[in-house]
């Protein structure tokens, strides 16, 4: 059997396993919409959590959220390369989200010549191109790429926003984090629709962008008895997503606090519908109901 290259993607068969196992069953239908869990974590250093990251695959279409510290690697665990991405969207400016922004440009055009043969757009709310002009300032031409290469979208971060793409389109909305801070909610030409929150603390926003939404992705930072600013708690995550009717909770952005704690069980006190705790490389299937 060949061996198989560090550069490329592969399953081991463990790991292919683990991945089967996670997949959330459906109805019936054709899956045309796959989104995976790359990071789980946060901020702190974690050999099964990474930094916050979510994968989503829409046919050819690879989109990728956040891409914290880990991100390039664990996405070749999950089997895609960094040149397979055609969309970049940034939740907000937080190192834990944005950590892997220049690796993943400076990786890009070292293989500039070759692989990459799409163009990368970058979506993020408004305050990314001051952000990535001042990176470009000390990092100057390791990443700079001729405009046919790399698109550069922002979107409003006071008011809800939308783009339209030929397979999907992306709505946003400000969240209560940092100034840039917005939720994405992804709709497909089938209507199948996820909202990723990025961080934040409870907003009525996050209730209005994720109604009726098929996958409901949020943040969940530390248990309820521990909240901090900024960020949400279990309960509070469960209460967004039971009023907004989501029909499927993922909660993630886990700090260490909320290994030693039922988070489920908190979940529950404000939520009884589907639910999902995160863990790196788990997929979620997003079925059409044929
Ligand atoms: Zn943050
Ligand atoms: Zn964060």
Not at 44 to 52: A, E, F, K, M
Not at 173 to 198: C, D, R, W, Y
Not at 211 to 228: F, H, N, R, Y
Request: proline content about 5%; overall charge negative; glycine content about 6%.
């Amino acid at each position: 059997m060949k061996k198989p290259s560090p550069y490329y993607p592969y399953y081991s068969e463990h790991r292919k396993r683990n991945i089967v196992e996670k997949i959330l069953m459906a109805e019936t239908g054709k899956t045309q919409f796959v989104v995976t869990i790359l990071g789980s974590g946060t901020c702190v250093p974690s050999l099964t959590r990474s930094s916050c990251s979510i994968l989503m695959e829409i046919g050819h279409q690879k989109l990728l959220f956040d891409s914290g510290p880990g991100t390039m690697r664990r996405l070749l665990e999950a089997g895609v390369t960094i040149y397979d991405i055609t969309h970049l969207f940034y939740t907000h400016l937080h190192p834990d989200h944005t950590g892997e922004l220049v690796p993943f440009l400076f990786a890009t055009k070292y293989s500039h010549a070759g692989q990459r043969k799409i163009p990368l757009t970058l979506i993020a709310g408004n305050g990314f191109l001051h952000f990535f002009q001042k990176l470009k300032s000390v990092y100057g031409q390791w990443i700079h790429f001729e405009n046919e290469f790399l698109n550069i979208l922002e979107m409003d971060n006071t008011n809800s926003d939308l783009i339209r793409f030929p397979d999907f389109s992306v709505h946003s909305i400000p969240m209560s984090h940092n100034p840039e801070s917005i939720a994405f909610k992804i709709t497909t030409t089938a209507h199948q629709s996820v909202v990723l929150s990025g961080d934040t603390d409870y907003t009525s926003n996050l209730i209005d962008i994720a109604a009726g939404v098929d996958l409901l992705i949020c943040e969940s930072a530390t248990p309820d008895d521990m909240k901090i600013p900024g960020h949400l708690t279990p309960s509070l995550a469960g209460k967004i997503a039971s009023a907004s009717r989501a029909k499927k909770l993922v909660l993630t952005h886990f700090y260490p606090e909320c290994e030693q704690v039922d988070i489920a069980k908190e979940c529950r006190k404000t939520y009884s519908g589907d639910l999902l705790l995160a863990e790196d490389l788990m997929k979620i299937e997003i079925h059409t109901i044929i």
